[in-house]
């Protein structure tokens, strides 16, 4: 496994993590098949775990929770997020300071922990005053329930006016932001996140790398009922095209030279990118994240990289 900075700060994670979205408490209920999951990412050098609240509304929580407990705390880099509402409630959701102060006890207490690692602001929220937000996490660093915060699909513009007001007032600043990012949507990393991370030393922890199976080739001939991108609206309404599985067709030429899978292939090319510290891989089995990891044997030369790229453009 390799491992890389989160942008300037101090802290160190596997290029590969482990997330929970669409998988744990949805697509994998099984708590064997779970634990065997979090294991072999585990062994096989995996020290990022990214889980959020709203993932099943708390239930990824919970089930990755119960297995991380059975590890050495100091070994894993275990994440939340904050924003999308849990109830009915008015005021649970969204990035205000009570919505802030109240969901983080309840991370803690479904995740067994008594700190997270890195605590997202898993969305901007215009409805609240920046500067709240930004008090209530760096308090939460503060009362040592966090040590690190990030931001997640901001644009530059927000994480520059959150360093400015951070830098105003003496608060503890973002040290990275969790974009969508992939072989089929690279504009709000390319032109959103590259910013940031020029400007303010920021790490970029992306999720999607995938795109939910299209970039791996499975969908090449319709969606079957059940599967991840059946049950995601959004990237299958917006990203399923022809224009785009034609792309994912011809890719396939690429990786069958280089002996690899699409899926190999496309981690291996986020890999490539010096400014990603770590790419967020989804499994519902042991054996798809031991496949997925072959990725780390793979180096594409600066010819390839450019060939793949051309072809999704």
Not at 85 to 101: C, E, V
Not at 261 to 279: D, G, H, N, T, Y
Request: proline fraction near 4%.
């Amino acid at each position: 496994m390799e491992y890389r900075r989160v942008g300037r700060s101090g802290l160190k994670v596997s290029v590969f993590g482990l997330g929970g979205w669409l998988t744990f408490g949805e697509s994998v209920k099984d708590k064997k098949i779970i634990n065997r999951i979090i294991k072999t990412a585990y062994e096989k050098g995996i020290n990022y775990f990214d889980i959020a609240d709203v993932y099943a509304l708390g239930e990824a929580e919970k089930l990755m929770g119960e297995v991380l407990r059975e590890y050495p705390r100091h070994r894993l880099v275990i994440t939340s997020k904050v924003f999308w509402p849990m109830s009915d409630d008015i005021n649970d959701r969204g990035l205000s300071r009570k919505h802030i102060f109240e969901s983080i006890d309840k991370s803690l207490k479904r995740i067994g922990t008594d700190y997270i690692d890195i605590y997202y602001c898993h969305r901007f929220d215009p409805e609240v005053p920046l500067e709240e937000t930004l008090r209530a996490m760096s308090d939460l660093v503060h009362h040592g329930k966090i040590l690190y915060w990030g931001t997640s699909m901001w644009s530059h513009a927000q994480i520059l006016e959150a360093m400015m007001l951070c830098e105003r007032y003496g608060l503890y600043k973002p040290i990275v932001e969790q974009p969508v990012y992939n072989l089929i949507i690279r504009e709000h990393f390319e032109k959103e996140v590259k910013p940031s991370i020029e400007k303010f030393g920021i790490g970029a922890i992306v999720f999607s790398p995938l795109l939910s199976g299209i970039l791996t080739g499975k969908y090449d001939e319709g969606i079957p009922p059940g599967s991840r991108l059946g049950k995601s609206d959004v990237i299958r309404e917006r990203h399923y095209t022809k224009e785009n599985i034609e792309k994912v067709r011809k890719f396939k030429n690429i990786a069958d030279r280089i002996g690899y899978s699409r899926a190999q292939v496309a981690l291996a090319w986020l890999k490539s990118k010096p400014e990603v510290s770590s790419i967020i891989l989804g499994a519902t089995k042991p054996q798809q994240l031991e496949e997925n990891l072959r990725a780390l044997e793979i180096e594409l030369t600066q010819d390839l990289i450019n060939e793949i790229e051309n072809i999704f453009v």
